[in-house]
């Protein structure tokens, strides 16, 4: 079993700057992805950004150039700094991680508000 355990949501201004950790623990054996995905109300969840283990990265176009995704292999943690805030970012955020055995795990969500 995996666990994830996301920080660093809050409330913000537009324009403003947020930095989002998920730490992955547990049964590990190796990590395909990480990424981050997020959830307004009355929408569904959509891609933010995602690691590939072999050093790729993908964003959705609404946070190209604004939103950076890193990860430390070492510590199994994703980091998603997120900079030039908008009021459409305000939304759940969740951790997403794939294995090697291609199985998918989902952290708690965490709320990200930003008021303009």
């Known amino acids: 079993q995996v666990q994830l355990v996301e920080s660093g949501g809050g409330l913000v201004q537009a324009g403003g700057s947020l930095r989002l950790s998920c730490a992955a623990s547990g049964s590990i054996f190796g990590i395909n992805a990480m990424g981050w995905y997020r959830q307004a109300p009355g929408m569904q969840r959509e891609l933010v950004a995602t690691s590939i283990i072999a050093g790729s990265t993908n964003y959705a176009d609404s946070v190209k150039g604004r939103f950076t995704i890193s990860r430390d292999n070492a510590k199994n943690t994703v980091y998603l700094q997120m900079n030039s805030l908008k009021p459409e970012d305000t939304a759940v955020y969740y951790c997403?991680?794939?294995?090697?055995?291609?199985?998918?795990?989902w952290g708690q969500g965490t709320q990200v508000t930003v008021s303009s």
């Open positions: 997403n991680v794939v294995t090697t055995g291609w199985r998918e795990y």
